[in-house]
């Protein structure tokens, strides 16, 4: 039988192309197990390396974009934003899913191994309590493509993805629950935590995760949970360790470059240059800023004929996990569901305070001071479009609150998004499933 397992032990292959050929979970002649801090160091460093690029394709679903039919990749692509998961082309790019597991196949030797052998130090601590967020960040990533939106009410029912903790290439993968999902999340975030030293990463190698970006980890986990308290809590946390704000009106590049003042953790290449090269800000996108007052606008679009490109991205500069606007966005909306609501439109105002002109700003806070809670509910739902424009934020968002309905032109015909469209959950790929019949 096939197994998905045989896709992990093909990941074993790509150590000779990430800097780590000296490395493989068996000892053919020539080759060494790794043993060291220093061995395991770089085994973590190629499963940071390839961390996939998935929110790059989740853009193409949503509405910030339409595709320019135009460039050489639209073949690659266009399926994607027609939502076509089935019986695609074999041009199509498919969403990752060897990737992510490969990725954990790195993360479980360290985990499993590297426990064992290497000597204890803090440098040891701190690659185990990497393995162990990365594990968490990789199937949180997983469970919120292929798994249906969290929902404590269905989650032991919904089906997740398949957990695999050993690296046994004869195991037999099943799809676990979402809420199994989320179980080994939190188990791996409480190992990370115990054993996290570094408080932050020097801006360079801060794609690592450290204490700030595992609070602000577990701040995005508990908004997607709707866990209030916890999200409210994770979020402070982390913002009385960072909390700075790129000032639009003098920053000269946008807030989700590596070097930002607000970057926490630049692990994902959010909108590479793939996806960039054959996108167009949408209208829908477009006519969610006042261009007059806006700072964001210039720094993230740039005409070209009548349509706009994206600027925000297309480099590795850009990547970005985390960054300190996301945890005020967060304070913020688990204070309104608090019933904070005073509370909760400061910590939005102090995001708008950067990014607006200082009219624009005093017009912010004259539009929100009369709002109710669902209105500005509804401010902050428009305002996370305006700031997280193609960070890959916004497939997730459309998911874990209205799943609206959205319509994409692609080759002069109209293709829709039904509102609470089963397709907001993302078929495993064709290729694994045809080499895992579990997954059927």
């Known amino acids: ?17 990430i800097g780590c050929d000296r490395f ?98 803090p440098e040891k601590q701190q690659i185990l309590a990497e393995a162990y967020a990365l594990r968490a960040y990789t199937y949180f990533d997983m469970v919120n493509l292929y798994g249906k939106p969290y929902n404590s009410a269905t989650a032991s029912t919904d089906r997740g993805v398949p957990i695999t903790l050993d690296i046994d290439l004869e195991q037999v993968l099943k799809p676990s629950t979402v809420q199994e999902v989320y ?29 700030v970006a595992l609070m602000a980890f577990q701040a995005r986990t508990a908004l997607y949970e709707g866990d209030w308290n916890k999200a409210l809590n994770y979020s402070e946390q982390a913002l009385a360790i960072k909390g700075d704000l790129s000032d639009l009106n003098t920053a000269k590049t946008a807030p989700n470059h590596y070097a930002s003042v607000e970057s926490i953790m630049a692990l994902d290449n959010a909108f590479n240059s793939s996806v960039q090269n054959l996108s167009l800000a949408s209208s829908e996108l477009l006519s969610k800023y006042n261009t007059a007052n806006d700072k964001r ?40 569901k608090l019933n904070r609501l005073t509370e909760a439109k400061e910590a939005l105002l102090k995001v708008a305070k950067n990014r607006y002109t200082t009219d624009g700003y005093v017009s912010v806070q004259n ?43 692609v080759s002069g015909k109209e293709y829709i998004l039904q509102q609470n469209d089963p397709r907001y959950t993302i078929e495993y790929p064709m290729s694994a499933k045809k080499n895992n019949p579990n997954l059927n």
């Open 183 to 211: 179980n080994q999340i939190h188990t791996d975030i409480a190992k990370a935590e115990g054993m996290m030293i570094e408080e932050k990463e020097p801006t360079g190698i801060h794609y690592r995760f450290s204490k």
């Open 1 to 17: 039988m096939r197994k998905l397992t045989t896709f992990i032990a093909l990941a074993v292959i790509s150590f000779t192309n």
């Open 367 to 409: 539009q929100i001071n009369p709002m109710g809670a669902s209105e500005f509910m509804d401010f902050i739902l428009n305002e996370r479009f305006r700031e997280f424009a193609l960070e890959g934020h916004r497939w997730f968002d459309l998911r874990r609150t209205n799943q609206k309905k959205i319509t994409h032109k």
């Open 297 to 336: 606008f210039g720094l993230y679009f740039e005409k070209n004929g009548s349509k706009y490109k994206i600027i925000k991205g297309g480099s590795t500069d850009f990547r970005v996990s985390f960054r300190t606007a996301e945890l005020y966005f967060i304070q913020s909306e688990a204070l309104v």
């Open 24 to 121: 493989l979970d068996i000892q053919p002649e020539g080759k060494v197990i790794p043993t060291t801090v220093e061995d395991y160091r770089q085994v973590l460093t190629s499963a940071y390396s390839k961390y996939p690029a998935h929110r790059s394709l989740s853009a193409l679903r949503t509405d910030e974009v339409d595709i320019d039919e135009n460039t050489s990749d639209f073949i690659s692509y266009r399926e994607i934003a027609m939502w076509k998961d089935s019986n695609m082309d074999q041009a199509t790019t498919e969403f990752p899913w060897v990737s992510f597991y490969s990725v954990v196949f790195y993360l479980n030797q360290i985990i499993n191994e590297g426990s064992k052998t290497m000597k204890d130090s």
